[in-house]
């Protein structure tokens, strides 16, 4: 390991001489590569000279690193190749290996010059070398000791260069859990500018989330958590005790969101439409965005329910925090929870060993916006009531409760107040929700919508399949603004993305150009042609008086009551006739 017993030779020299002092003989103490460390006496003048041309003796012990008596200095057979060897004035010799693990750093000479010398060794021989021993036990102990302080100053300043490039934070923790060194970046994920010197305190949480442990940590008062891992450094020096090294939970937050959020997203002025109902709709949106309370946003399918939840989202003073979206009728009801509200290592059989985070915490300081909520399961209906009261969560396998601060939007496009009568749907969750309702007109109702609609998706998608565009024959829009569009605007942009890819190289979009089943649909539209000669057929004239009946009176519960009535039949042959005409 390459000790050094220069590092410690003022403490070496101390004991040549203690031991010079207790035996009355001369005393010189050598290193590996045979170099005097100490000496005294005739070899107090020649410390830090190099032995290596005359110490046979020395290099004896190196290759057997045993202890060698010279009892005849000159006579003996390692004294043969000495160039002092006919003129040897030395009495008698001892020579120690000094060890630390087996591995020779040094040797300890004890030479005696005179006769009286030599027999006061060899009277006491057997307590001398056990002296001598203790003294090669205490040197090769301080030159551990040494050797530790070496690596540990070197590790410490491996740390203090390392931890000022990484984008985690890192703490070093001393004695009395006093934050002795930081990052920058720690400052930074704590949000307090002066970390040194200050007392922290880390508390383990019980939860692992994607193999990373929580904890809690207290500094001046604050409460933060943060996911990482606390690792005792083992240094014998009060400034380092243990190395923290994290992230915090909203950091955490923010990168599994940029790795999974791919959103469109368009401010309320940038929603298209110039009917009365989206012009009411933008109006409504602006009104509601500064608000925290929640939204209950309805509508048919394809009518664009996300697009008006990320309009709010877009116009409010959380536009810098996350939107977080989760479709409710997507996720198997088994994985729903888990999905809302995460889950810790070894939650439960068949979970991700990592544990998650839920959608919920992912949009902390954000906006979640609940699709299709009436899909969700009864009992998670419950569990999300409580969360809407209560503003905090527990993780599935946790006994943590973590506030969070998330304004809710929720959509739907199935009748609420209906699925409340078949107790299909908690009514107070439902008033829970519909704090702000807003509702989204279909297409069919909305038909001066229709044009600029399909002149931003021919835009878009001749540019993205890169055909040239050059206009579309007025017949074939009119045919388009006089479809059903049972699919709303999603039906319509699909519909326009087909003529796109049809399209000739003139660039004209025509009938010819429309989809097959466009036409296949026609028998059931809602618009009547005014043309003599056209008969319309009865199940559309049908449809269209309810659809009348349903624009004057709401499409609420009470409102298809009072429908019905106006159209003199029951009310379940009401649903029934509407359910039998939309499935067409």
Request: negative net charge; aromatic residues 8%; charged residues 25%.
């Amino acid at each position: 390991m390459n000790f050094n017993l220069c590092s410690i030779q003022d403490i070496v020299q101390e004991y040549a001489e203690v031991i010079a002092q207790v035996s009355g003989v001369d005393v010189e103490v050598v290193d590996e590569k045979l170099y005097r460390v100490a000496g005294t006496g005739l070899y107090a003048g020649g410390v830090n000279q190099d032995m290596s041309f005359e110490g046979y003796v020395y290099k004896h012990i190196l290759d057997t690193g045993e202890t060698k008596v010279i009892y005849n200095p000159g006579e003996d057979i390692l004294c043969f190749n000495c160039p002092n060897c006919s003129n040897c004035k030395e009495t008698i010799e001892i020579s120690m290996p000094i060890k630390v693990d087996e591995e020779i750093i040094g040797i300890i000479g004890l030479v005696g010059s005179s006769t009286d010398q030599r027999d006061l060794i060899l009277q006491n021989e057997k307590l001398y070398l056990e002296f001598i021993n203790q003294i090669a036990y205490s040197i090769a102990a301080k030159a551990s000791d040494q050797k530790e302080k070496e690596s540990n100053l070197a590790v410490i300043a491996i740390l203090n260069s390392v931890i000022d490039y990484t984008e985690q934070g890192v703490l070093i923790i001393g004695k009395g859990n006093i934050i002795t060194r930081n990052n920058e970046s720690a400052e930074k994920q704590l949000g307090i500018s002066t970390l040194k010197g200050k007392t922290v305190e880390i508390i383990y949480t019980g939860d692992e989330l994607n193999n990373i442990s929580e904890y809690k940590i207290t500094i001046d008062n604050k409460e933060l958590f943060i996911m990482g891992e606390v690792h005792p450094l083992g240094i014998r020096d009060d400034q380092y005790a243990s190395l923290l090294i994290f992230k915090n939970s909203k950091t955490i937050h923010s990168d599994l969101y940029e790795m999974t959020a791919t959103l469109k997203t368009l401010d309320a002025k940038n929603i298209i439409g110039s009917s009365e109902a989206t012009k009411t709709l933008k109006s409504n949106i602006r009104k509601v965005a500064g608000s925290n309370s929640t939204v209950l946003i309805t509508g048919e399918s394809g009518t664009g329910k996300e697009m008006v939840a990320t309009a709010i989202w877009r116009e409010s003073d959380r536009r810098t925090q996350k939107f977080v979206a989760v479709n409710c009728a997507a996720i198997p009801e088994s994985l729903l929870e888990s999905e809302l509200f995460g889950y810790v290592k070894g939650a439960f059989s068949g979970a991700d060993p990592r544990g998650r985070i839920g959608k919920f915490e992912l949009a902390n300081q954000g906006i979640i916006f609940l699709d299709e909520i009436g899909d969700m399961p009864i009992y998670l209906q419950a569990k999300l009531l409580r969360v809407l009261q209560e503003r905090t969560i527990t993780r599935i396998g946790s006994n943590q409760v973590i506030p969070i601060d998330v304004r809710v939007i929720a959509a739907t496009n199935k009748d609420l107040k209906d699925m409340i009568e078949t107790k299909k749907f908690r009514e107070d969750l439902y008033y829970r929700l519909n704090v702000i309702p807003l509702s989204i007109k279909p297409l069919r109702e909305r038909r001066e919508d229709i044009e600029e609609l399909t002149d931003y998706f021919i835009k878009r998608y001749s540019s993205l399949l890169n055909k040239p565009y050059s206009y579309i024959e007025r017949s074939t829009m009119e045919l388009l603004k006089n479809h059903m569009w049972r699919g709303n605007v999603r039906e319509l942009e699909n519909t326009v993305e087909f003529m796109i890819n049809m399209m000739e190289s003139d660039g004209v979009l025509n009938d010819k150009t429309l989809p097959v089943d466009f036409f296949e649909d026609v028998s059931t539209e809602v618009v009547i042609s005014n043309n003599p000669n056209i008969i319309t057929p009865l199940k559309e004239l049908e449809l269209r008086e309810i659809q009348k009946a349903l624009n004057i009176f709401g499409d609420t519960t009470e409102g298809k009551r009072k429908a019905a009535a106006s159209l003199g039949i029951g009310l379940t042959t009401f649903y029934r006739r509407l359910e039998e005409l939309s499935n067409k």
